[in-house]
């Protein structure tokens, strides 16, 4: 029991030792939000330029990345065969629906070598915020250099690369939507 007590009294004087130091530095509380990290989310220290890739929407006309820019967008990798992959999609639906707008969009990207899985998962999923897009080459995949499934990148309206996350994350937390926006390209 006294090691507990140690520890707490330890960690309470560190906690308002920080506190002091953040008051008396003028630091905003939004500003601190900024910094941490959101679950899920790697930020990058120097972002770095988006690849140049083309994917398919859902009739088959080229997307090609480069033409996103002057928007945030979330480019999200997955396959009717990953579970997690399939567990998140309705947390990227809803931020679709959450961060809808000019300046924002999501593309959840399908990896599956049978563009009839994707199409035939998006239709009875009933992703309505999501449009269905495909990469039946894993052209998208090797230019991000995605290691696994479900990987995500956050792309800022310059076409750099500013974060990404790797495996199920929660897009529609109250903490990953305003992070997106603190990245949103200025109107």
Not at 123 to 134: P, T
Request: charged share 20%; hydrophobic share 45%; with cysteine.
């Amino acid at each position: 029991m006294p090691i507990f007590v140690a520890v707490a009294t330890v960690v309470g004087i560190m906690g308002i030792t920080l506190a002091v130091v953040y008051k008396q530095e003028g630091q905003r509380a939004a500003d601190l939000f900024a910094s941490m990290p959101t679950p899920g989310l790697t930020v990058l220290e120097q972002p770095r330029p988006a690849p140049d890739v083309t994917f398919k929407d859902g009739s088959g006309q080229d997307v090609r990345l480069e033409s996103l820019r002057g928007k945030l967008v979330v480019i999200n990798l997955w396959a009717t065969w990953c579970g997690p992959c399939v567990q998140e999609m309705p947390s990227l639906d809803r931020l679709g629906k959450a961060m809808a707008g000019p300046r924002f969009a999501v593309f959840a990207v399908s990896e599956d070598i049978n563009a009839d899985m994707a199409r035939k998962f998006h239709h009875s999923s009933k992703l309505g915020n999501l449009a269905l897009y495909l990469d039946p080459g894993q052209a998208l995949t090797h230019a991000l250099n995605a290691q696994g499934l479900p990987t995500t990148v956050v792309i800022d309206g310059q076409g750099r690369i500013l974060a990404q996350a790797i495996g199920a994350t929660e897009w529609d937390s109250a903490e990953m939507i305003e992070r997106l926006k603190k990245w949103l390209p200025a109107s």
